[in-house]
């Protein structure tokens, strides 16, 4: 679908676009799920391209999945060490979005081929249908997955060291990461041996009921403040406003148990992004606050640039270099 070509001018078309049309018996008719199009997985290393994939299931009842990327370098020199493991979650406002889309696909193939990394991207539940916390409970069994199948799963087994694990995200994504993160330094001890060592935080999706300045600007059709506050309104708990822990970081002093615990553990924190996104003024407070509370935090942000911007032009992919020097740098042996 091409973006140029869709009109979205109320929240009422934006929630039809996203979720089709609401029949009398309650049903949906035409739910949008995805923006782009479909890329199949490439598992067969006789198959051309740097990069294979392939997909595993983690919850059958619940229809959730990864795709993990391998490097075929990896592949194909069997005297290397093992690679350092991404999870990676997929935007999307909670309401759509798939792993298996190209632009999250490709993006994840750049990763795992210019880090030499090991990437599971996770296949979480959507909102409305399943509402949060169903996509952090998603993260947490996906973790628990890696955890279970490290022997078993033959590209884990082979070529992923567990004990030298990121978790990232875009977008809602980072939001899931940060979140599912929070989790996962509570129950550390119960992930091993998957040993997480810090967190990525890309163009995470936060906000709140006050706007804020950068809410106010608008450099690009799909990043308005109408569709944020429709996505959130969609993906929180009914009857719950945008001052909800899951949507604003800093209510309730920002979860601060579950913050020293990521400060006990020593995990690094990367927070990145461009200062033209909608959400640049909670992106920063988060950090801002991470820091104060004794975490060890950076962040990097570029002039320009809008929320979304690497999925919808794919060929704004600057900010690899910056995740590619912190991955190194906490995955070094």
């Known amino acids: ?33 995805t923006f782009s199009p479909i890329t199949s997985p490439t598992p067969d290393p006789n198959q051309s391209g740097p990069v294979l994939s392939k997909d595993v299931t983690i919850n059958d009842s619940n229809n959730t999945w990864a795709r993990i990327f391998l490097p075929r370098e990896a592949l ?36 795992a081929l210019q880090f030499q990394a090991t990437v599971v991207s996770v296949e979480y539940r959507l909102a409305p249908e399943h509402r949060l916390p169903a996509a952090y409970d998603d993260a947490m069994e996906a973790f628990h997955w890696i955890k279970t199948n490290q022997d078993e799963d033959a590209w884990l087994k082979d070529y992923a060291d567990v004990t030298r694990c990121l978790i990232m995200g875009g977008s809602a994504g980072g939001n899931i990461a940060y979140h599912a993160g929070l989790r996962a330094a509570a129950e550390f001890d119960n992930l ?31 990043a308005v403040p109408i569709i944020s506050d429709l996505m959130w309104e969609l993906s929180l708990p009914i009857g719950a406003n945008r001052d909800h ?22 995990w690094m924190v990367l927070v990145i992004g461009s200062d033209g996104d909608l959400f ?16 060890q935090v950076e962040y990097h942000f570029e002039e320009g640039g809008y929320h979304g911007d690497v999925a919808i032009e794919p060929t704004r992919t600057k900010c690899l270099h910056v995740l590619k020097k912190f991955v190194l740098s906490l995955t070094a042996h």
């Not at 889309?101 to 750049?110: G, R």
């Not at 640049?280 to 975490?295: F, P, R, S, T």
Request: proline fraction near 4%; hydrophobic fraction near 30%; charged fraction near 20%.
């Open 1 to 33: 679908m091409s973006n140029d070509t869709l009109e979205i001018n109320s929240p009422t078309d934006l929630q039809q676009f996203l979720l089709g049309l609401t029949n009398s018996d309650g049903t949906i008719t035409g739910r949008q799920t």
């Open 76 to 111: 194909e020199d069997c005297s290397s060490s093992k690679l350092p493991l991404i999870v990676y979650f997929h935007g999307g406002g909670f309401v759509i979005g798939s792993t298996a889309e190209s632009s999250f696909h490709d993006f994840c193939a750049d990763m």
């Open 192 to 222: 091993l041996p998957l040993k997480i060592k810090g967190l990525i935080l890309h163009q995470p999706f936060f906000g709140g009921s006050e706007r804020t300045e950068s809410e106010t600007r608008v450099n690009h059709p799909f």
């Open 245 to 266: 822990e899951y949507c604003n970081p800093t209510v309730g002093g920002g979860g601060k148990t579950l913050i020293d615990e990521i400060k006990r553990l020593g």
């Open 280 to 295: 640049y003024d909670w992106q920063i407070g988060l950090a801002k606050m991470l820091k104060e509370k004794g975490v």
